[in-house]
Structure formats: structure tokens, C-alpha cells
């Protein structure tokens, strides 16, 4: 079965779906069979796309006008796709660059393969980015990562009440704006430290 789907940005103004439903429909997707989203390309929730992909079943083919219209970026793409392939679900794309993409045809796996390594490709890059950050920063004195959500006299603190039996965990966790699970993570429930806290002290 084929299933369509549609999309326009708010973004850029376009507010009409009628191009991408002619194209759709003559492509042979019952206009029934069609979801659509009005929104930014960008944003992460897209309710017509997330029903289109809890409807598409195993033999299927999910159609779409141009291939940007699908994914928020390559990777979210790829992701996408490969999730198609895995539920052995087809992808056609009826125009603009990915116009060649046919996933039920050995040409257009070719095609997306490619895509798939341009995605991989684009994550080393990213990470190497990162590495090379990190690396600059604590030459020049500065540490990355994410802050700790304890400070050295916090977690001081927090050891002499928890080896205090009487201590609420509740308690002692709201006083130091955190959660009890997030407390735990810097002292155990007698007072020891533990790895977060080792490493908020040795700062």
C-alpha cells in the first residue's frame, strides 16, 4: 500500500499542501492515505508524521514530494529511513535531489547508502569538533562537560547529615535543590562519598 506524506513550513509562508497532494496522487496514494504536518521543518514534534509512521506496515511504501519534507536534518533522515528498512517498509521520493531515491529498488538503496555515509561522515565531524574543543578549553584553563549540581561545601554537608540516621533524605535533598536521586549519586546513605562527590572534592 502506498501511504503519502505532506508538509508545509508556517516559516517560510507556505501555508498550501495542494502541489504536494497532486504530485501524491498522481503517483497513485489514495489522497485518504495522505498525513500532513503545517509546521517548521525544524521542530522536533510532528504529529502527522508520527501517525504516518505508526500506520505504515510491513510491504508499504511511504511517499513524499521532496525528500527535506521527511527529515529534520541527514541524521534525523537516515534515522528515519533506516527504521523504514528494518520494518521492511519502502521510501519513494517524487522530486528535488532526492528524486532518485526508490528504497523498493537496488539503485535507490545505492542512492541512500550514500546518504548514509554523508550522515556518518557528518557525526565524526561533529565529534572530532567536539574532542578539539574540549582539548582548547582546558588549555586554556577551562574544563568542559556538564557542572557538577553540588558544591565542595554541599556535599561536605551533605556527608555529616546522611551519616546522621535521623536525616531525611526528602528533606536534606529539598534544602540543597536537588532530588534524592541526584543526592545518591554524590553521597551514599551513610555519608560515603561516591563517584560525583569524589570528583566535586578533588575540583
Not at 31 to 51: K, V
Not at 53 to 69: A, E, F, M, Q
Not at 93 to 112: E, K, W
Not at 161 to 184: H, I, Q
Request: glycine residues 10%.
Amino acid at each position: 500500500m502506498l501511504i503519502g506524506y505532506a508538509r508545509v513550513s508556517k516559516a517560510d509562508g507556505s501555508q498550501s499542501l495542494d502541489l504536494q497532494y497532486d504530485a501524491l496522487t498522481e503517483a497513485g496514494v489514495d489522497a485518504d492515505a495522505i498525513y500532513e504536518d503545517r509546521i517548521a521543518g525544524t521542530r522536533d514534534t510532528r504529529p502527522g508524521l508520527d501517525a504516518c509512521l505508526k500506520t505504515l506496515r510491513g510491504d508499504d511504501v511511504l511517499v513524499v514530494w521532496k525528500l527535506d519534507h521527511l527529515g529534520r536534518d541527514l541524521r534525523h533522515l537516515v534515522n528515519v529511513v533506516k527504521n523504514l528498512t528494518d520494518r521492511q517498509i519502502g521510501l519513494r521520493v517524487l522530486a528535488g535531489q532526492g528524486a532518485q531515491i526508490d528504497t523498493t529498488t537496488p539503485a535507490g538503496r545505492l542512492v541512500f547508502g550514500i546518504f548514509a555515509a554523508l550522515a556518518e561522515f557528518e557525526r565524526e565531524l561533529i565529534r572530532e569538533r567536539t574532542v578539539a574543543g574540549l582539548a582548547a578549553a582546558r588549555a586554556r584553563g577551562r574544563k568542559g562537560g556538564r557542572k557538577f549540581a553540588l558544591t565542595k561545601a554541599q556535599v561536605r554537608l551533605a556527608q555529616a547529615a546522611m551519616a546522621n540516621r535521623d536525616t531525611s533524605v526528602a528533606n536534606l535533598a529539598a534544602e540543597l535543590g536537588v532530588k534524592p536521586v541526584t543526592l545518591y549519586r554524590y553521597v551514599g546513605p551513610k555519608g560515603e562519598l561516591r563517584e560525583n562527590g569524589e570528583r566535586v572534592l578533588n575540583a
